[in-house]
């Protein structure tokens, strides 16, 4: 089986950041590109639920993304919708990446274990959420590394063993 190509979207949950301020994306784009994915999208997105769940349902439906991945949005704050918005848009979980994030990333810093984030897929497309700061997005990385490329792959179609 061949690997299908990683066409991804980072969006970037905050009401501060911008392109040029967003370390947390930056570092998501340097990741993903190392690990041979094309970034077709990189977006800034406001924290307001409806706007946050508009645009990952939107970047599902276009057929030249196969993962999103989020930062920001998954912590306890009022504001911190990503899970939710993700939620809405999903039609499987895959509660396995969420937990093994945390899991993985506690060992590091305890704190790790108040990230809500959700993993998920709609329309051919993984969505993962990490958390907002450089740090945890790259201790995230880490952890799924070793089964995003199968992931996107099983999204996509390619299931044989």
């Known amino acids: ?10 969006v970037t949950v ?7 301020t967003d370390s947390s994306g930056a570092a998501l784009a340097e990741l993903l590109v190392s690990f041979g994915a094309e970034i077709v999208e990189r ?11 508009q645009t990952l349902y939107s970047l599902t439906e276009r057929e030249d993304i196969n993962l ?7 912590g306890f704050a009022e504001r911190d919708n990503t899970p ?3 939620r809405a ?24 274990i108040l990230s809500r984030g959700v993993c998920g897929i709609r329309n051919g497309t993984l969505i993962v ?23 996107v792959n099983l999204v996509s179609g390619e299931t044989k063993h």
């Open 1 to 10: 089986m061949a690997n299908v190509q990683i066409n991804a979207a980072i």
């Open 14 to 20: 905050s009401d501060s950041r911008t392109i040029e």
């Open 43 to 53: 977006l800034i997105v406001t924290d307001d639920f409806d706007p946050l769940r």
């Open 68 to 74: 999103i991945v989020t930062t920001g949005g998954t």
């Open 84 to 86: 939710e918005a993700t």
């Open 89 to 112: 848009v999903i039609l499987k979980e895959a509660p396995g990446i969420a937990e093994m994030m945390r899991a993985e990333t506690a060992k590091i810093n305890p704190k790790a």
């Open 129 to 151: 959420n990490t958390p907002g700061s450089e740090r945890g997005v790259r201790e995230c990385f880490e952890v799924i590394r070793p089964i995003l490329q199968h992931a």
